[in-house]
């Protein structure tokens, strides 16, 4: 059974880098049919997608994120990476790593980190 | 404000149904699929429906999907306190390049 767990730093300083990691453990992140991606949740607010990555390195990032987003796969770990630099209290949410089917739905969640932007 | 434009709350009594629309444009819901979402308070988004009116294993019928050329709409039937979540529709965005979500419905069961 697929399972997706975050880890990181739950408080990140306002203009520092936000990094998180997303270990697969019951699959594999070289699966040629799917997409991982990140996705988050501020508090009181709806989903918002991150971005997406493919085993081979392709990636989708939102475009309104797109120039503080970094996400990686690390396959010889299995792991799913993100980064977000300069960040603000407005990054303040809870992260979600998942996988998605390609043109399908975001089947597969892990259980979530919350991570708090403050001095 | 969201790309896809979905009502910000519904409600209906138990045993009763109830629809969510998902409103967007020819770029998103026009050209690709659509999948929804629930959101319990303090849980990880489940998926309820993929491909516009699919059911992953373990969902029951009792969730439903369609679409029609822009929009999308989710039901439920025979409602249950346990179905008390917040719903979120998703799907590409061929313009954007990205996935876009619906910000979201709270649906009371009364």
């Known amino acids: 059974q697929l399972q997706l767990q975050e880890s990181g730093p739950g408080l990140v300083k306002p203009s520092e880098t936000l990094s998180l990691t997303c270990t697969v453990s019951?699959?594999?992140?070289?699966?040629?049919?799917?997409?991982w991606g990140w996705i988050r949740q501020p508090p009181g607010k709806g989903l918002e997608w991150i971005g997406s990555?493919?085993?081979?390195?392709?990636?989708y990032y939102n475009v309104s994120l797109k120039s503080r987003v970094t996400i990686s796969v690390d396959t010889s770990k299995n792991q799913v990476s993100l980064k977000l630099s300069s960040v603000t209290a407005a990054d303040t949410a809870v992260y979600y790593c998942a996988r998605v089917e390609v043109g399908s739905g975001w089947l597969n969640w892990g259980q979530g980190t919350r991570v708090s932007v403050s001095a | 404000q969201s790309v896809l434009t979905q009502p910000p709350s519904v409600s209906a009594a138990p045993g009763q149904k109830v629809t969510v629309s998902c409103s967007g444009s020819i770029s998103n819901i026009g050209n690709n699929y659509v999948s929804w979402y629930q959101v319990l308070p303090g849980t990880a988004p489940k998926l309820l429906i993929y491909d516009n009116n699919k059911r992953p294993s373990g969902i029951p019928d009792r969730f439903s999907g369609s679409k029609s050329g822009t929009s999308a709409t989710l039901g439920i039937t025979g409602l249950q306190t346990g179905d008390e979540a917040d719903y979120y529709c998703g799907t590409w965005d061929d313009s954007l390049r990205g996935w876009v979500f619906g910000g979201g419905t709270k649906l009371t069961v009364l």
């Open positions: 990555i493919y085993y081979s390195g392709n990636t």
């Open positions: 019951g699959g594999s992140v070289s699966s040629v049919s799917y997409y």
